[in-house]
């Protein structure tokens, strides 16, 4: 499945760029200091391939990368582990609003410990106390459009339309559910 996910990212990215028009260009580009040293943006996102949690995102002109990660578990109630990775390439900026193209890949782990007991009512207990655990996982990956806003000169707000093809325990699928982020870019 790996070998599958990584193929379909080389193949994107190999794409993008044969499909690149050799005609001026100039009142689409990022002004120059943005294009040599870019951006990092830090902050807040959630979506079928963005996963959940604390994002950073590092991007160019052209291209950029978000890493989304949520790390909360413990030993004995469980917890979650969510995360995902997106490969961005830039359409078009104008320096407020952007549109861009992207693949990303996302996976949640989740596993939930807890009690099922049935009650006495002659006595006001618990009886038959049984420990029960559950656990979860799914995994999305898929191609997406988005647009990115940028307010105030440095928040800046993502959203994304990705067809995802999901799998996992939630049952197989391809689901449009949107990606969203806020976070705080700066060079």
Not at 54 to 67: H, T
Request: glycine share 12%; net charge negative.
């Amino acid at each position: 499945m790996f070998k599958k996910i990584l193929t379909c990212m080389i193949c994107f990215g190999l794409s993008t760029p044969a499909l690149a028009d050799s005609g001026d260009h100039r009142h689409s580009q990022v002004p120059r200091d943005l294009v040599e040293t870019g951006t990092h943006s830090l902050g807040f996102a959630a979506g079928s391939t963005y996963g959940i949690g604390l994002s950073y995102s590092r991007d160019w002109s052209a291209w950029g990368f978000q890493v989304t990660a949520l790390p909360v578990w413990d030993a004995d109630n469980g917890g979650m582990l969510a995360g995902g990775l997106n490969i961005k390439r830039n359409f078009h900026s104008n320096g407020m609003v952007g549109v861009y193209g992207s693949l990303g890949v996302a996976g949640m782990l989740s596993r939930d410990v807890y009690e099922e007991c049935d009650w006495n009512e002659d006595v006001n207990e618990d009886e038959n106390c049984e420990t029960i655990e559950e656990t979860s996982q799914n995994f999305a990956v898929g191609p997406g459009v988005g647009m990115e806003f940028l307010f105030w000169k440095n928040v800046l707000f993502r959203f994304e339309l990705p067809l995802a093809v999901r799998n996992g325990t939630d049952g197989f699928g391809i689901t449009p559910i949107p990606n969203v982020a806020l976070m705080y870019r700066w060079k």
